[in-house]
Antibody
């Protein structure tokens, strides 16, 4: 059973860099896409970006200039780097596994959802 | 950019009742890329429905999804006490994921 665990500092100063790591249970990181999601206090979910096991990435346009997501398959980890943080970046940060299925009959891909989530880690931006 | 609008924002119901939650897209979207999640306080979201109508592993059959084009629905046939929480729809298009703002399902 695959499990995800976020780790990183719980407090980051304004203008500094937020760095989080998601550790994936051994043997489960290849052939999937992996996302970071965040949730500000009392608010809804915001997708930050994803990385594939081959290293391709895509980011939310609203955060693209400040975000980098990296993957290290040897360590079964992927990471989030968010630069120049402000109080608006205070949130619970989740990592997820994204399931994609190739449909041979239509020769296309179907999205089967974010089926595994980490427990979330709270990051506060404050001086 | 496609916007997902969920309605209502809050719904107050009692156990045993039937629940219908709406997710409307600002333009037509592929049902293969529409998912629903449930989130309880202090917990991570849980995948309920993918492909607009397929239940995820372990999800009770009282949960069902339907819809196409711009209008999608999550139905709970008979509300159980453990079903209260916030429900989000999500879509994927043009390499971007988008969430609706959520519907809070609370106990009356």
């Amino acid at each position: 059973q695959v499990q995800l665990q976020e780790s990183g500092p719980g407090l980051v100063k304004p203008s500094e860099t937020l760095s989080l790591t998601c550790t994936v249970s051994a043997g489960y990181i290849n052939n999937y896409y992996w996302s970071w999601i965040r949730q500000p206090p009392g608010q809804g979910l915001e997708w930050i970006g994803y990385v594939s096991s081959s290293g391709s990435t895509n980011y939310n346009p609203s955060l693209k200039s400040r975000v980098t997501i990296l993957i290290d398959t040897a360590k079964n980890q992927f990471s989030l780097i968010l630069n120049s943080v402000t109080a608006a970046d205070t949130a619970v940060y989740y990592c997820t596994r994204d399931i994609w299925e190739y449909i041979r009959s239509s020769r296309g891909w179907a999205y089967n959802g974010m089926d595994v989530w980490g427990q979330g880690t709270t990051v506060t931006v404050s001086s | 950019e496609i916007v997902l609008t969920q309605s209502p924002d809050t719904l107050s119901l009692s156990p045993g009742e039937r629940v219908t939650l709406s997710c409307r897209a600002s333009q037509s979207v592929g049902s293969s890329f529409l998912t629903w999640y449930q989130q309880k306080p202090g917990q991570a979201p849980r995948l309920l429905i993918y492909g607009a109508s397929s239940r995820a592993t372990g999800i009770p059959d009282r949960f069902s999804g339907s819809g196409s084009g711009t209008d999608f629905t999550l139905t709970i046939s008979r509300l159980e006490p453990e079903d209260f929480g916030v429900y989000y729809c999500q879509h994927y298009v043009n390499s971007l994921y988008t969430f609706g703002q959520g519907t809070k399902l609370e106990s009356k």
